[in-house]
């Protein structure tokens, strides 16, 4: 799943749109141009610079207090706009989106993750959608549907009751039926281990949540910026984001399923995980393709389709069809 996949929830605030390009850095033009000199627009990325910055500055510069603690200001503030920015674009709590939603949501993921054959769900949102509808399991019709969401996460061996829930690592995330390919907002790497803030344990708002993390030197894990070999290096840093594109690269291998594609427009810059599916074994490619097929931006992507296509062994040919993504439903 891809942006779309939010954008059909509430178009209103989910777009393609990088967090760089929204950000307000009018109170601190200097940081634009840290950005420039690392040549990247990874929030993470500079605010660590700046801080280590700060700290070594002082050993080569005789008077060199003004600057260092001007740099832990602007981290400081950079901090509070990545916070602003992220909460600009996504609902701050669960009610923020109708029951009906999430329940409709859930009857679409049932075609995936429940039954004998449920599959898995690979997601490059960062967003909180996802891990809002697996949690709304309040439906109030019939038998509840009870969807597989294993994501690897299970209590913290030494603090089980914590508001938080730990990676167990590589060896019990094989089990693992929902990926976040990117992250998402609701994982935290602390130093030591990956943190999932839990809504149900932990109730605090988007917002709050990831001010307070920050706060902590804890930062949110997801990859929302840069070119796809950009993205690709830093989830070969990251042992939980590896692990995801490992299992998605096994996935792909096998022929006996199909995959389904929705609110994804194959642009280039995720061909680290595109080319996989495009390398793979399975035999089947479904493509949601929104409005109208002669619209410049699905052409684009039947194009890019093909190319997938294009890129199989001739021992394992893909055969690529689409289907109109507003048919899905996917959130009523």
Known sequence: MGNGFSI??????????????????????????????????????????????????????????????????HAGMLKEILVQTIAGNHPHIPSDIPDAKFWACRRFLSHFLTGEKAGCVFT??????????????????????????????????DEPDAEYVVWQGETNAHSANVMFLHGALHLFDSGKDLLKYTWVR??????????????????????????????????????????????????????????????????????????RIGRGRFKKLYVGIYGDPLEEWNEQIMVRAKWLASLRHEKWPLDVAFYDAESAQVWG
């Open 202 to 275: 932990k109730g605090v708002p988007l917002v709050d949540q990831a001010r307070a993390a920050l706060a902590d030197d804890k930062f949110p894990l997801f990859v929302a910026e840069g070119t796809s070999s950009q993205k690709k290096d830093k989830i070969r840093h990251n042992a939980y984001l590896y692990q995801g594109l490992k299992q998605l690269t096994s996935n792909v291998t096998q022929g006996r399923h199909c995959w389904f594609i929705f609110g994804h427009s194959l642009a280039a810059n995720d061909d680290h995980i595109l080319t």
């Open 8 to 73: 059909a929830c509430r178009a209103d605030i989910f777009h393609y749109g990088s967090l760089y390009g929204q950000a307000d850095f009018s109170g601190a033009p200097e940081v634009e141009a840290v950005f420039a000199a690392l040549g990247t627009t990874d929030f993470e990325a500079v605010i660590r610079t700046l801080e280590s910055a700060a700290a070594i500055l002082p050993a080569y510069i005789a008077d060199g207090s003004a600057a260092p603690a001007k740099m832990l200001q």
């Open 124 to 157: 490059l949102n960062y967003d909180l959608l996802l891990y809002w509808t697996l949690m709304h399991e309040d439906l109030p019709f019939g038998d509840p549907i009870n969807l597989a969401k294993n994501d690897g996460f299970g209590n913290d061996e």
